[in-house]
């Protein structure tokens, strides 16, 4: 962890990385539906054959991917969350996941990162409707060097994945451990006795500050960042979680199918009990759409710092 | 370029594959006769008409065209000549659909010569300007076919694809609409008109041309343009008749996935030659 550089935009390190292996590469091509980002402008520059805008049509760029990815082409589809998930679904659905085909799918401004955007860019249920997809790999960085570790695998051995970036910089959580977490599924960023409250992406710095104050309070919640949601090693989870009385889980994302149900449907699977008692936060159906930043929405849908602290007292107090 | 006698070789195969179709649907009651029947004569001319290059029993040759039927439910229409090209036993054709054998309903990339899944209609074209484009980029000169369905024209991502193929002057790359004006309840011009597609692909910015698509002459006529479109994509609208060849069947829309009765299979047999 090296605290004097400055955190980045994961998507910027992400582009970086891409645009350093195209160079030596020329398999390695970018497809964006028109989104941008500031290192993306070297590899338009430089690298304008593995440069590809698909217009503003994300159906065409999943197909146009796949006839590229048959043709041993490694592709990388760029938009934003809501655009290349539930728009292009069926596209990814029959061409990507049911060919098997090498493309790495990278969202960006997950759940309810477009904030002011509101409805129409959340992606309130792209966890759930993207593991539902056969043989998908998720994956969501809480950092910018759990972005780097992730499309480094991505570039030494593609595969069918989704790949959940924020739109907002994060303090970095990571160092020379991200590979080593990245290859477990999961990072313990924070140890604890009591609680350990489960988070990905933006919601594990909210987890961490919850769990300063818990700390405060009595309380001692770990932080586990759920970096890859799917496939998911509920064993290794629920061994890492065995000193633990209780489970938190915390996420941007409507609770039906999400992190929260992943992580329990795979400590099932693992132990064929749960021996902790458990709390999931998330969004509740029927959510009401209102302006505000991304704190005021997650204070709103019940998500934030004050609400995980509340909600880890009451498992801790139980 | 068709000689009279190539073309009577042509109608001959063309009778020849409806006739395999015609037994391995009967045989397995499952499949779709009338979408296969509209294009046998453009997979016939695309195969036996000298347009795409391939090399028998070598299905992965990197050198090969690549031939997409987008309109899935007539993916079937390759089966019999795949085989007959030695891209995989001909004995798997009487295990079309059966538990353990190679063919399906649909295509997918388990079987030779396949060259992406099919069965959900609009994303050939895309799979084929993939293909395009990588041929391009790999300095490669194999051209990409997709047979795509006149139904099938009303998926917006086709669109989507036919403008960005104009844009990037893909002239390796040919979409053959098989414009049998009849999807599954009734005729397209009734339904939402698809107006004129000549002009409408000729609007995307391709190479448009309009033929009879049970026409040798005019289909491979069509074909000949490729390479002399100005760098254009070249669009071939096919008009055929669903159900081609079984006068009871022709033109008529309930038939799409419909099998026979005795009487009916009868006729159909003696139609093509089958008794």
């Known amino acids: 962890m090296d605290a004097a550089v400055k955190p980045r935009l994961m998507r910027d390190v992400v582009i970086e990385a891409i645009c350093a292996a195209a160079r030596k590469d020329k398999d390695i091509l970018f497809i964006s539906a028109d989104l941008g980002a500031v290192a993306l402008d070297d590899l338009r520059r430089d690298l304008p054959n593995q440069f590809i805008h698909a217009g503003i049509a994300e159906q065409h760029m999943i197909d146009l991917a796949a006839g590229l990815a048959l043709s041993g082409k490694k592709v990388f589809c760029y938009a934003m969350a809501p655009f290349i998930t539930a728009r292009c679904y069926e596209q990814i659905k029959c061409v990507i996941s049911s060919m098997n085909l090498p493309v790495t799918l990278i969202a960006v401004g997950v759940g309810l990162g477009y904030d002011h955007a509101t409805l129409t860019h959340f992606t309130p249920e792209d966890i759930a409707c993207m593991r539902a997809l056969n043989g998908i790999e998720v994956l969501t960085p809480s950092d910018e060097v759990m972005a780097a570790a992730i499309v480094y695998i991505a570039l030494s051995s593609p595969a069918f994945r989704y790949l959940r970036l924020d739109r907002q910089v994060f303090p970095r959580l990571y160092g020379d451990d991200a590979m080593r977490v990245l290859e477990i599924g999961f990072g313990i960023v924070r140890p604890g006795k009591d609680v350990a409250i489960l988070a990905c992406g933006a919601l594990v710095h909210k987890a961490l500050a919850a769990a300063e104050i818990l700390a405060a309070q009595g309380v001692s919640a770990g932080v586990v960042d759920i970096v890859r949601v799917k496939p998911f090693d509920g064993a290794a989870l629920a061994g890492a979680l065995k000193g633990y009385r209780s489970i938190l889980t915390v996420e941007e994302q409507l609770l039906e199918g999400a992190m929260g149900s992943a992580v329990m449907e795979a400590l099932v699977d693992a132990t064929g009990k749960l021996d902790w008692r458990l709390k999931r936060l998330g969004m509740r159906d029927r959510f009401e759409v209102v302006n505000g930043d991304r704190d005021h929405l997650h204070s709103l849908y019940g998500i934030d710092t004050p609400d995980i602290v509340r909600a880890a007292q009451a498992l801790a107090n139980g | ?275």
């Not at chain 2, 042509?10 to 037994?23: E, G, I």
């Not at chain 2, 299905?59 to 019999?80: E, F």
């Open chain 2, 1 to 275: 370029m068709a000689t009279t006698h190539r073309i009577n070789d042509l109608d001959a195969k063309a009778l020849w594959l409806r006739r395999q179709l015609w037994d391995m649907v009967m045989a397995a009651k499952n499949g779709h006769i009338p979408s296969c029947y509209s294009c046998t004569e453009i997979a016939t001319a695309l195969y036996y008409g000298g347009v795409v290059r391939y090399t028998p029993g070598k299905a992965d040759d990197p050198t090969r065209d690549r031939v997409v039927i987008s309109k899935g439910h007539a993916a079937m229409v390759l089966y019999p000549i795949l085989a007959d090209i030695g891209y995989f036993d001909a004995a798997e054709l009487d295990r079309f659909t059966k538990p353990g054998g190679l063919l399906g309903m649909y295509a997918d990339l388990r079987i030779p010569g396949i060259e992406g899944i099919s069965g959900s209609l609009g994303h050939g074209l895309g799979m084929g300007a993939g293909f395009a484009l990588a041929a391009r980029h790999n300095d490669e000169s194999h051209r990409t076919f997709v047979v795509l369905g006149d139904g099938e024209c009303y998926e917006g991502s086709i669109w989507e694809t036919a403008m960005f193929a104009a844009h990037h002057k893909l002239d390796n790359l040919v979409a053959v609409v098989d414009r049998n004006a009849l999807c599954i309840l009734g005729r397209t011009e009734e339904l939402v008109a698809l107006g004129d597609l000549r002009a409408k692909w000729q609007a995307f910015g391709w190479h448009s041309v309009e033929v009879d698509g049970h026409s040798f002459d005019g289909v491979l006529g069509a074909f000949d343009l490729i390479g002399r479109t100005g760098g254009k994509p070249l669009a071939i609208i096919a008009n055929t008749v669903k159900g081609k060849g079984i006068s009871f069947m022709e033109g008529r829309s309930e038939w799409h996935n419909k099998m026979p009765n005795a009487e009916q299979m009868a006729k159909a047999r003696t139609e093509l030659g089958l008794v």
